[in-house]
Structures are given as C-alpha cells and as structure tokens.
C-alpha cells in the first residue's frame, strides 16, 4: 500500500495519510484484499465499514445503455445489461444481471444494485428499447434523470410495422436521427412523408428529441460564415448555432474558426470525457466481473442456497432452431458457386 502526503506522530506511526494504490497478488482473494486494507489504515470494523468501488465510472461520459437479452444456454434466462461509452467510442460493460424473465421487479432490483455500485453522476441520462419496465424503473430509481430512445430500436420497429421503401427510409431516418437542427429534422421528415406518411406520424407519436440530437440554444456571440450559410457560435458557453458544438462536447468547424480568429488554444473546449488521462484513468484499475471458478470466494450463506434454473413457459408450436433474421440479413445476394473453365454455376470446376 503506498501512502503518502501523511505524518508521523508521537507513537511513531503514520497518521492523516492518502492512499495512492494498493498492489495485491493476482490471485488474491476479496477478503485478503479487505483483510489488509483494514490492517494498514488500522480500522476498527466495528465502528467502520470498508466498501471497495470502481472509480473508472468517474472518467467516461454518463450515458447508460440498458438492455435485456435472452439467453440460450441449458437454464435459459434473461440477461439484463448496463454498458456506457469510453473516450474512444468503444462500449465499456458496466454490469449485468440473470433473470427469469424481463419485468418491472427485475429491472428495479438491477437499477438498484446499479445505483449502490455506481451512484449518480451529474448530467446522467439512460437509453433504452422503450421497454416498459425499463422506464418504470429507472424513473423510481433515478428520480429525475432523463430517459431517451435508442435510435437503432426505433428502426427496427419501423422496419417490421411498414414494408415499403426501406433502403431510402433507412437513410433518411438514421441522417435525421444525427441531425443538429429541427430545420434538417423538418426537412428529412418531408420527404419521408413522400415515402410513406404512416412513417411520419410514428415518428412523431415517439417524440424527435428522445432519439435525436436536437435541442435549444440562444446565445450567440461570433458570427461564422461557411459557405452562403451563417452560424452563431458563442464560445463561452460552448454552443454553436449548428448544435454540434453543444451535444457532441468537440469543437464544431464553426468554433474552431472562431477560436482561430481569436487566437486561443482549443484545449479548454472540449469534454474531458475525451481526454486520454480520461481514458488511461477509465481502465486504470482492472476490472476482471469473473474469474475462474476456483478463486471465487463465495460466503457461506451463498453456498448453501439451493438456486433453481428459471422458470420458463413453453411457447406454443414447433421449437425454433435458427434464430430470427434482421431485414438486411434477408435480403442480402447469397454467393453462387460457379465454374472456374466454363462460368456455369452450380459446379466450381
């Protein structure tokens, strides 16, 4: 354990200290690790709990994915998940829970695990399928924390509810979902209203700021011309009439041509979500969620507890045994074996 910035006092111990890291054998246990952090900081554990989180929660952005997945292992089950992103955009696994099935009991009991393992961070949203018990939860849970809509799970819905005009539709959906501004999301929506207007009127039900990245600003302070448009970007508080500034937290081409202008450094305008001390500091501490079977360190109590599989409900008719295909998979041209001499298919050679 290395401690540092403390001092020493007149029994010859070491007192008021920080607790820089703390270097542990690969394979020890939970308890030894608790064992010595109790030895080294001299803690009466009958007055003081020690409690071990992960801080790498404090260096990416707070945007919560949760999702449920069946699984289709011998015991089946429901596995629901919580993942975020890192400053390189890569998805980081915050936790997971095996269910019998997907409900509201279910999905508070895993917020609530989520919230003593993770707190709450400032300006922390949650995205989701939509699903019902999702909302209730997450609403009971983290009271006051916006929810959105995962744009991907609107298209799918939209793809299997309307059978026309997909190709075009898929295009114009996901650049609308991107857009910074309602005029492009206006836009966008007219001509797919010309495709199909079942289209628009659900997309409408759902609510464009739950799966977009539209929203309001009204400070302006320099004025940017790119080509025969204008933009306003106000680089006090990092907004930009492009909204692309103030949602994505990256400088926009519009701010860094102001800050050119200006001659400032850029470094002071951007997330530090994207930084890469961030980053470093996400995947400082190793996270292993579960190691080998042998050095689990399972309490009696757990031991001893008979867990039976989930309860599952036969669904009526014949078992699947191929998974549901997505649309595009459908669709895609199978490869044809041909003739390498002659060019006939069926046959190689």
């Not at 003593?116 to 699903?131: P, Q, T």
């Not at 929506?189 to 495709?195: D, F, K, L, R, V």
């Not at 700021?209 to 080509?227: E, M």
């Given at each position: ?24 054998i690969e394979d020890s246990k939970y308890s030894q690790l608790n064992a010595t952090i109790v030895e ?224 400032k450094s850029y470094e002071n305008y951007y997330s530090p979500y994207y930084t890469r001390e961030s ?13 080998d079977e042998r050095k689990w360190d399972v309490p009696q109590h757990i031991a001893e507890e008979v ?43």
């Amino acid at each position: 354990m290395l401690q540092l910035n403390g001092r020493w006092d007149s029994f010859g111990r070491y007192v008021d200290f920080d607790v820089d890291r703390i270097v542990v054998i690969e394979d020890s246990k939970y308890s030894q690790l608790n064992a010595t952090i109790v030895e080294h900081l001299m803690i009466d554990t009958s007055v003081k709990i020690i409690e071990i989180k992960y801080t790498g929660w404090e260096h990416y952005r707070p945007v919560i994915a949760d999702d449920g997945t069946f699984l289709k292992s011998a015991y089946r089950g429901i596995m629901l998940t919580a993942n975020t992103m890192d400053a390189t955009g890569s998805i980081l696994p915050l936790a997971c829970a095996v269910v019998d099935s997907e409900n509201d009991a279910s999905w508070r009991g895993s917020f609530e695990q989520f919230k003593h393992a993770y707190g709450e961070k400032l300006n922390m949203c949650i995205v989701s399928d939509r699903n019902e018990s999702i909302l209730k939860a997450s609403s009971t849970v983290y009271t006051g924390i916006p929810h959105y809509a995962c744009m991907w799970h609107i298209w799918t819905n939209v793809r299997s509810k309307f059978k026309k005009g997909h190709l075009k539709l898929s295009e114009l959906y996901f650049a609308m979902a991107r857009s910074y501004t309602l005029d492009e999301i206006n836009e966008r929506m007219s001509t797919i209203e010309e495709i199909d207007t079942r289209v628009k009127a659900y997309l409408y039900d759902i609510d464009s700021h739950k799966w977009s990245r539209v929203r309001a600003s009204t400070d302006y302070i320099h004025t940017v011309i790119d080509g025969v448009k204008r933009f306003i970007v106000c680089l006090q508080n990092k907004r930009c009439s492009c909204r692309q500034f103030l949602l994505d937290e990256l400088l926009c081409p519009h701010a860094l041509a102001a800050l050119r202008h200006k001659n400032k450094s850029y470094e002071n305008y951007y997330s530090p979500y994207y930084t890469r001390e961030s980053l470093l500091q996400t995947y400082e501490i190793p996270v292993d969620p579960l190691p080998d079977e042998r050095k689990w360190d399972v309490p009696q109590h757990i031991a001893e507890e008979v867990v039976l599989p989930p309860t599952r409900k036969r669904q009526p008719g014949r078992p699947q045994k191929q998974r549901y295909k997505p649309y595009d998979e459908i669709n895609v041209k199978k490869y044809k074996v041909s003739c390498g001499n002659y060019g006939q298919e069926g046959h190689n050679k």
